[in-house]
């Protein structure tokens, strides 16, 4: 395999009426990666009706696009400044180390960005964690407000589907929805461990058919996402509040409750270490057989999400349509790795398909229903 390890995935969260805007003032041209999914955010209210309505979910847009590690800082400038992240509430961005990238065909031209961050002074956090969670599409809103209670910044849900578990759960598979939704949210590495085993505990992840959830680390990143709405004449919200107090004491160790940070692990689960996320992007419609290909080599399953390849307009008549998009994530051990992409590429080739791309990222420590 001709593997490049050169490469970081950068996340982007924008909502969705600023999102056009916002690329088009931070990327003179998109490399050949940059997929766009629709997604929601989560946001909690501290009024008395909020029992009785359901929580606000605004709109949003995830971008997610393979970068030359020698270019990360200009891209994050840029999606930082032309978002105006200084502004709370206006998005994130966050780059993550790939361990390993691969194209199937050409990869397309690199990023250029416009350069609206050069010279800008950005305070980057490093010592973050992103935690994705694949839950029951009914459970994810329970999730995510637990994780806000436990100090997590809004987070962002994908809606996708569920492949390989599911079908092998017998007369049980009946009671199991294939749609899933993928939640994510970036937490101070202080906050890992009671926002995590907050969401293991409510979305019941540890029993059949539940769902997965790990953690992966982040390298750099500006989280400017809102997750609770009160009253305007409120000075500053909570997080606000948390983060002016960081600055002040120069890190998350004043958190610190009688000496510990929290229960370290959640009772009696069994945790999951050291694996590698797998993720696979081709052309909507020419999934089935390279997921097919990944479970047939070991994979536990796999979960899918759907979205638009950014630069990939076209024109017909008066419409413009962009290319239709799959993002597919197996969470793996690293010593199959190789052996799957082998598996997953031949069965792209097989096809024709061509469009094509992989990459592997690290997955300290991961959690579900073992059996």
């Known amino acids: 395999m001709d593997y490049l390890n050169n490469y970081s995935l950068v996340t982007v969260i924008l909502p969705k009426e600023s999102a056009t805007d916002t690329l088009d003032k931070a990327f003179a041209s998109y490399p050949g990666s940059a997929v766009m999914l629709s997604a929601r955010g989560s946001i909690s209210s501290n009024k008395w009706y909020s029992k009785v309505f359901p929580p606000v979910n605004p709109e949003q847009q995830v971008v997610e696009l393979l970068v030359e590690d020698d270019k990360i800082d200009d891209v994050l400038n840029s ?8 502004t709370f509430g206006t998005g994130a961005v966050f780059a993550t180390k790939c361990e390993k990238a691969l194209y199937l065909g050409d990869k397309g031209q690199g990023v250029s960005t416009n350069g609206v961050g050069n010279g800008v002074d950005i ?5 973050t964690t992103t935690i994705y969670c694949i839950a029951q599409k009914d459970k994810s809103e329970a999730i995510a407000n637990v994780a806000m209670k436990e100090g997590a910044p809004g987070p962002t849900v994908v809606f996708g589907q569920g492949r390989g578990i599911r079908d092998r759960l017998g007369l049980l598979r009946i009671a199991i929805s294939p749609e899933k939704e993928l939640i994510r949210v970036v937490v101070d590495n202080y906050d890992v461990e009671p926002v995590f085993n907050a969401m293991v505990k409510e979305g019941k992840l540890d029993t059949p058919g539940m769902g997965f959830i790990y953690t992966m680390p982040v390298d750099k990143a500006y989280v400017s996402l809102a997750s609770v709405v009160g009253d305007k004449s409120e000075l500053a919200s909570n997080h606000q509040i948390i983060k002016a107090i960081d600055e002040m004491k120069g890190g ?4 610190m ?8 692990s959640v009772p009696d689960k069994k945790y999951l270490l ?16 390279i997921v097919d290909a990944a479970i047939a080599a070991g994979a536990p399953g796999a979960s899918i999400a759907y979205g638009i390849k950014l630069g990939s307009e076209e024109s ?7 290319k239709e998009m799959e993002v597919i994530e197996l969470t793996v051990s690293p010593k199959v790795v190789d052996e799957m992409v082998g598996k997953m590429s031949e069965a792209a080739k097989a096809n024709a398909n061509e469009d094509v791309y992989f ?3 690290q997955v300290p420590k991961a959690l579900t229903y073992l059996g």
């Open 123 to 127: 305070d980057y956090k490093s010592e």
């Open 79 to 86: 999606i930082t400044a032309a978002g105006h992240f200084n």
């Open 316 to 322: 017909k008549g008066n419409i413009s349509l962009s």
């Open 274 to 289: 050291d694996l590698v996320r797998l993720s696979c992007v081709t052309e909507r419609g020419k999934g089935d057989e």
């Open 252 to 255: 998350t160790s004043w958190r």
């Open 359 to 361: 990459y592997t990222q």
């Open 257 to 264: 409750l009688n000496g510990t940070a929290g229960d370290a």
